[in-house]
């Protein structure tokens, strides 16, 4: 007679399987991670499609007639007009354009500028009252913009800055703030120490450090939270819809592609153009695709590299 000698992890597994009345080997773990792979592709898969069929509906919209529009939805255009397009633009989408451009070719760097600048020494440097500092940006992510209309409002008329490029470029810098500061703090904490600490033993002064070492090794950080804020402001409404307003008969408009699409519905009155409100909200749309398409796999390894190292 053999005698079977079994290693005391293969003695327990059979104990198992046999009071649960399952095969060894076989488990639940296979079946749910299934069933929870299937649920997550379905769910991404619904919510993909709610998000492009609108859009399909908005391009094909701008290329139809108005009796086309009303007739199908989703039908194509059985003629592609492209003219839809340059009424938008005579319109004021043109002007518009090109005012949220100024602001943000000069809201962004400063933004990017001012949040890496705080988010290095508030990670990198200790120093009494640090942590007070850090929570006191990460604070103003928490607090709705709407609670802050009214002061906020009466501040910049206060210096004067009502329906100007500057002011709208100083409110977007301390609206977007908070985040930059919470993302950079938290991804300059994960560099490496030692490039920081053999910059210092070879003489560089702490400006240096920061443009010429650490702020090219957080390039992946500053592009996913540089994409961000260019979202962010390029679709802000509330803020330019309170501060960029004509003051006076005389103060020209500069209002914002949001509020100017608004005004583009505005304009129409009882005259029905869809193709127009449907071409400039599509030229209002195309620039940040093309950023966000551009840009996708530098957003991915910036969100994932710091928790990767």
């Known amino acids: 007679m053999t005698t079977v000698i079994k290693a005391p992890g293969e003695a327990a597994a059979e104990k198992r399987s046999a009071a649960t009345g399952q095969p060894r080997g076989k488990n639940k ?52 007009h492209f003219d839809a397009f340059g009424r938008a633009w005579d319109k004021g989408i043109g002007d518009y354009f090109a005012n949220t451009l100024i602001v943000m070719v000069f809201s962004v760097p400063l933004t990017m ?24 940006f990460v604070s103003g992510a928490m607090f709705p913009v709407f609670l802050a209309l009214v002061p906020l409002f009466f501040m910049v008329k206060r210096l004067d800055m009502l329906n100007s490029y500057q002011g709208l470029i ?39 450090i920061f443009f010429q070492v650490m702020l090219p090794m957080a390039k992946p950080g500053l592009i996913s939270v540089g994409i961000f804020n260019v979202l962010g402001q390029w679709n802000q409404y509330i803020l330019p819809s309170v ?3 004509p003051q006076t008969g005389s ?45 996708q796999r530098q957003i991915q390894a910036g969100l994932t590299s710091a928790t990767l190292k």
């Open 29 to 80: 773990s296979g079946s749910d991670g299934m069933v929870l792979n299937v649920f997550s592709h379905g769910f991404l898969a619904v919510w993909g499609i709610l998000i492009v069929l609108p859009l399909i509906w908005l391009v094909l919209g701008s290329f139809k007639t108005d009796v086309q529009i009303g007739s199908s939805a989703l039908s194509w255009p059985s003629n592609w």
């Open 113 to 136: 500028l001012l949040g890496s600048m705080a988010a290095y020494v508030l990670a990198r440097y200790p120093f009494w009252g640090n942590r007070p500092i850090y929570y006191f």
């Open 170 to 208: 100083l409110v977007y810098v301390a609206y977007s703030m908070p985040f930059t500061v919470f993302f950079m703090h938290s991804f300059f904490r994960t560099l490496p120490t030692a490039v920081h600490e053999a910059a210092v033993i070879d003489g560089a002064s702490h400006t240096r």
């Open 243 to 245: 501060l960029m307003q």
């Open 251 to 295: 103060d020209p408009e500069r209002y914002m592609l949001t509020q100017g699409l608004i005004q583009l519905q505005y304009q129409m009155g009882y005259e029905t153009d869809l193709p127009v409100l449907f071409a400039g909200v599509t030229i209002a749309m195309i620039p940040m695709l093309v950023v966000y398409l551009s840009f």
